[in-house]
């Protein structure tokens, strides 16, 4: 029997973070579903995948605190044994204007966002490198390479990950492991639900497109970027945009 691919997706209970574990749905992987705080969603996530043939299992933790990482892969290290894929794409988001931003706030956006992922990928590539492969995906956004008024933190933790992503890209490369990011654009998500409608007119005037990307068209470039057509793919970051950032 063929071992089964071990992937973590975290922030896997809504949005583009459940399109992506969906793609892992057949029965050539094992998906943990990773959620930190509702675990109705992660299981209707989990019960999805099972609905297309797949399997997997939940793990919960704060990826900003290195204890519960930890925890995070002794779990997925007793489900699997091992990490063959992680997809860093929990994040979250508080807006607000630079002068009026709390400290807080600040703190919170670059703690879970960058510090997180910063975490997840030093526990992964350790199981990475004894096995000398995997394949690490961090999910980025087009504002980390044009900015966006009201969201200084988010944009500063979204333009280090794509730094952070070249870096470890580099340092994790001789081992076989492969390092990229996707930056999604305008993305019809809850979180973007929150958006005043004209802001969502104005992005939509700057997408040559003429349209909104869906969760599914982000976890498509993202599951690519883990199968071995992309072996040669590395350090890069792709933009699913329908071209806001082409200008």
């Known amino acids: 029997m063929t071992e089964k691919i071990s992937v973590l997706v975290t922030g896997a209970s809504g949005g583009i973070g459940q399109a992506i574990a969906l793609q892992y749905a057949n029965p050539a992987y094992l998906v943990a579903v990773h959620y930190s705080g509702s675990k109705a969603k992660a299981e209707a996530t989990l019960t999805a995948i099972e609905a297309k043939g797949g399997s997997g299992y939940l793990v919960q933790g704060d990826i900003s605190q290195e204890i519960d990482v930890e925890r995070i892969f002794s779990e997925v290290k007793e489900q699997a044994g091992k990490v063959d894929i992680l997809i860093n794409n929990a994040g979250m988001t508080k807006d607000g204007l630079m002068m009026r931003m709390k400290e807080a706030d600040f703190d919170q956006i670059i703690a879970v966002n960058l510090k997180g992922t910063f975490l997840m990928m030093k526990a992964a590539s350790k199981l990475m490198m004894r096995a000398k492969t995997g394949s690490i995906v961090n999910i980025s956004s087009v504002v980390g390479s044009i900015g966006n008024p009201g969201q200084i933190n988010y944009v500063a933790s979204k333009a280090a990950i794509e730094g952070m992503t070249k870096t470890a890209a580099k340092e994790l490369a001789s081992r076989g492991i492969r390092v990229n990011a996707v930056a999604p654009g305008f993305i019809e998500t809850d979180m973007t639900e929150n958006l005043s409608d004209q802001v969502k007119e104005l992005m939509l005037q700057n997408i040559p497109l003429a349209h909104y990307g869906t969760p599914e068209d982000v976890a498509a470039v993202v599951y690519f970027l883990t199968r071995p ?13 329908g071209g806001l950032t082409m200008f």
Request: net charge negative.
């Open 229 to 241: 057509e992309a072996k040669y793919l590395t350090g890069q970051t792709l933009h699913v945009d």
